[in-house]
């Protein structure tokens, strides 16, 4: 049974259509990505994040980053022009210098606000604070030297 030229050309055509939408759907994504970190040292780095959230301050971690490897950590658009990480060696070495005491935890967290950390149970920690001027999306690289 020969199928009509017409039919072919609609079918080809709703093909096309899938596959566009198809890559729309992977583009969008892969762009989510808003706030991404790079190791760009020769170790593993793990890594903890802290920005304002509803009104407060929420630390999260740990992303392992692997030696030349990027990790998105934070996957809207940025909100706030002040992203604040804390970043150790495999040892839990600070590699970071920063000056804002946030809370963290040595297993896998989530913590809301950053005021007294130790009463509460958390450990503190100094983040340092990156200013993403801004911007919705920003990279920062972790060279081993603090910035």
Known sequence: MLVPARFAFAVRRAIVALASAFLVLFASE???????VCNQTLDVVNLS?????????????????GANQCVN???????????????TDVFGNA??????????????FSIRGIEECWQ????????????TLQQIRWTF??????P
């Open 73 to 87: 950590v934070i996957r809207e658009e940025l909100a706030n022009r002040y992203i604040y990480i804390y970043a």
């Open 95 to 108: 590699i970071l210098n920063g000056s804002t005491e946030m809370c963290v935890e040595r297993r896998r």
């Open 141 to 146: 690289f972790l060279t081993g030297r603090s």
């Open 30 to 36: 892969r762009a989510q990505a808003e706030f991404t």
């Open 49 to 65: 994040v802290g920005q304002e959230i509803g009104g407060a301050f929420q630390t999260d971690g740990w992303w392992t980053i």
């Open 120 to 131: 509460r149970g958390h450990i503190a920690e100094r983040f340092y604070e990156v200013d």
